[in-house]
């Protein structure tokens, strides 16, 4: 069975902290992509990353940057200088390769609030 | 390129009542797929579509609810005999290709309220 476990419900932040987000998956399938989606207050999902579970180098992205473990099955993000926009609920989410669906099981998300 | 367009934004139905939820994927996309997000909780699968076919509907309650992507026109989630229970946001997600683990792109949701 698939989870993804995202431990932290809440994390409040002052702006211009870095901050982390944990993100832990459980799959026994050998091909398997995770993502990070963002909730604002507004309610719409905006994708941030894909990563396949062969490419385990560390991405950057502006102030964002995702940290991608095999070993301890994690993929956490960081936010480095926050800012106020990034205020939002993120999620964590795993599909597997194999079979007909490319579903996409989430996390229960981490409420981000950033402090001015 | 517009993007994934859900509507309505907001629905209010009386319970027992039916409840009709549309998706309009992107552009040159030919696979959705329909979330639900319940109060404090996470976003739960409910159904994965192409074209006239459902390919996985593993997430759909077995009573009441229902899904389809037609040849022509937007895709519909359906929900019969409303309880207050259903009220959710509902997310339709369109990929342009299928199994992959393509990233999927959502569109706004409709926030269902049943009273």
């Known amino acids: 069975a698939q989870k993804v476990t995202q431990a932290q419900t809440e994390i409040s932040v002052v702006e211009k902290e870095d901050v982390t987000l944990d993100c832990v998956y459980e799959t026994r399938d050998t091909t398997y992509y995770l993502f990070w989606y963002k909730q604002p207050p507004s309610g719409e999902l905006v994708f941030l990353i894909r990563r396949n579970s062969f490419d385990e180098q560390n991405e950057i992205s502006g102030r964002y940057s995702w940290n991608f473990q095999k070993s301890t099955s994690s993929f956490n993000f960081t936010i480095t200088a926050s800012q106020v926009v990034d205020s939002a609920v993120y999620f964590c989410?795993?599909?597997?390769?194999?079979?007909?669906?490319?579903?996409?099981?989430f996390g229960t998300g981490t409420l981000l609030a950033v402090q001015p | 390129n517009a993007g994934v367009m859900q509507n309505p934004r907001h629905l209010v139905r009386r319970r027992g009542q039916e409840a009709r939820l549309r998706c309009s994927p992107m552009k040159g996309h030919s696979h959705v797929y329909w979330y639900r997000q319940l109060p404090e909780e996470g976003l739960k699968f409910m159904v994965y579509l192409q074209k006239e076919n459902i390919i996985d509907e593993s997430g759909m309650p077995k009573e009441r609810f229902s899904a389809e992507f037609p040849k022509e026109g937007p895709s519909i989630l359906r929900i019969q005999q409303v309880v207050r229970g259903d009220s959710a946001a509902y997310f339709c997600a369109s990929s342009p290709w299928g199994p992959g683990g393509y990233e999927q792109y959502f569109g706004p949701g409709t926030r269902l309220t049943v009273t």
């Open positions: 989410a795993l599909s597997v390769r194999g079979g007909a669906t490319n579903k996409l099981i």
